[in-house]
């Protein structure tokens, strides 16, 4: 079992959160950067929703199961998948929920007490966005996960839940840091930052803890939330996303 998260670019730590497995999901969002993902999904299990066979295809990345409808990966990517002679859950393109939905239920049937990363969620229309995080908000009240991470090397996303802590140690500067109340939200606190913040209560509906920055590199940012579901967001390369 463990407490800490490794991503690419920040290494993070949870107060409490003690977990037996981390799983990588490959979505079929804006695709993450072929070194980030290849650095991601080292010694962890890996599948695959939709057109995220394409991503590890690209990046050489054996999955261990692919799931999806199969509407907007290529061809070629979606064959290869079916010789891996892995599981393959096909579903059919009309369905009452998303591709990723149905992947994360199935990652919960087979998955206990895990940390979920989810790549390939940004970007794109802002429908699928919104359905994408909170999807995994549900998703980790309704199973019986530790927590969920939604990351590429631009965007990172740390959904973490009252009562816990959060330390986070950049291997790369983050240019933006964010609290975003998923949930009404007390007990907030956050430090090593510009503008900290100590036990605060943070709206759902009035969200302004948002654009913070770090006021070191070498020192950690530490996050708490006492009640409700907190999204802590980092981004890199702000100026490269605002070109989108």
């Not at 670019?9 to 990588?24: D, E, M, N």
């Not at 999901?25 to 962890?44: D, F, M």
């Not at 010789?83 to 096909?90: N, R």
Request: proline share 4%.
């Amino acid at each position: 079992m463990g407490h800490s998260l490794t991503l690419p670019q920040a290494k993070c730590s949870f107060g409490k959160a003690l977990f037996q497995h981390h799983v990588l999901l490959v979505a079929g969002g804006r695709s993450p950067q072929n070194e980030w993902l290849i650095q991601a999904a080292q010694g962890v299990p890996v599948w695959c929703v939709d057109q995220g066979i394409d991503y590890c295809y690209d990046s050489g990345i054996i999955p261990e199961r692919l799931v999806g409808d199969g509407d907007s990966a290529s061809e070629a990517g979606w064959a290869w998948g079916k010789t891996l002679q892995i599981p393959v859950d096909v579903y059919p393109v009309e369905k009452d929920f998303t591709d990723l939905q149905l992947a994360l239920q199935r990652v919960g049937s087979v998955y206990s007490q895990a940390m979920i990363v989810v790549t390939g969620v940004w970007g794109g229309r802002f429908d699928h966005i919104f359905s994408n995080i909170y999807s995994l908000v549900g998703c980790c009240d309704q199973m019986d996960w530790i927590g969920c991470c939604a990351a590429d090397e631009k965007e990172v996303l740390i959904l973490l839940k009252g009562c816990d802590t959060l330390a986070i140690k950049m291997k790369k500067q983050a240019e933006v840091i964010s609290l975003l109340p998923l949930s009404d939200c007390s007990g907030v606190s956050i430090d090593g930052v510009h503008w900290p913040l100590k036990d605060v209560v943070l709206k759902q509906g009035f969200p302004y803890a948002i654009s913070n920055r770090p006021i070191g590199f070498n020192r950690d940012i530490t996050v708490a939330v006492e009640n409700g579901w907190l999204g802590v967001y980092f981004c890199w390369n702000t100026h490269d996303l605002q070109k989108r």
